[in-house]
């Protein structure tokens, strides 16, 4: 007198359909100007400055000037254009002039475009006086156990006085990741003093999770 197992099935399709899987593209995005040492378009920082706004894995990186002109036809060296790191043109890389201004995009899965992302409430849990600004995700659950998604997509991280994207600041971070949360050392920092921040994380909204 037993019951069915409860069972989940999958197929195997062709390589085309796989390949013809819909995306998208994020919006165009461009936080630098060659005014220093070259237009930094890096991914970790565009994160940092646009929470959310960036798929975890991007498919591929699109980039141009802010006038609309391919890569090309600017004659820069580039340093840097991958979907896993961003854009990056170095000053010193040029033979003649400087970088143009650059603005990049990136392609996505399509649920990413289409699924919206349910924020949780800003967490500051620990202070920079000890060894460091301590916002671990583990830390966070025991404070608030029902506060915080199983898995969280995104993380945002601020200074809590000027609301500075963390990835703006120059520091290091020791921990940095949705899945784990935020951790700044004092020891890593130049200064031996890591900035007061807060965290918080972007969520699959619940009436969209599985
Ligand atoms: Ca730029
Ligand atoms: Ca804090």
Redesign the pocket.
């Known amino acids: 007198m037993g019951k069915c197992r409860d069972y989940r099935v999958r197929f195997q399709c062709p390589r085309r359909f796989c390949a013809a899987r819909p995306k998208c593209w994020t919006a165009w995005f461009?936080?630098?100007?060659?005014s220093g040492t070259g237009?930094w378009?890096t991914l970790i920082a565009l994160r940092g400055e646009n929470p959310g706004k960036i798929c975890n894995n991007p498919l591929q990186i699109h980039v141009q000037t802010?006038s609309g002109a391919s890569v090309a036809s600017t004659g820069n060296v580039i340093a840097v254009s991958d979907k896993n790191t961003g854009f990056i043109c170095k000053n010193s890389n040029q033979t003649q002039g400087s970088c143009k201004?650059?603005?990049v995009r990136f392609q996505c899965p399509l649920d990413f475009c289409i699924l919206p992302v349910c924020w949780t409430k800003w967490y500051d849990r620990d202070n920079p006086s000890g060894t460091g600004d301590w916002e671990s995700l583990s830390d966070l659950r025991r404070q608030d156990p029902k506060g915080i998604c199983d898995r969280p997509l995104y993380i945002d991280v601020v200074t809590t006085d000027t609301n500075t994207p963390f990835t703006s600041t120059g520091q290091t971070h020791y921990v940095y990741s949705p899945t784990q949360g935020f951790v700044c050392r004092n020891q890593d920092q130049a200064g031996r003093r890591c900035h007061d921040y807060k965290v918080r994380f972007g969520c699959p909204c619940p009436c969209f999770s599985p």
């Open positions: 461009d936080r630098d100007n060659p237009d378009e802010t201004d650059y603005r």
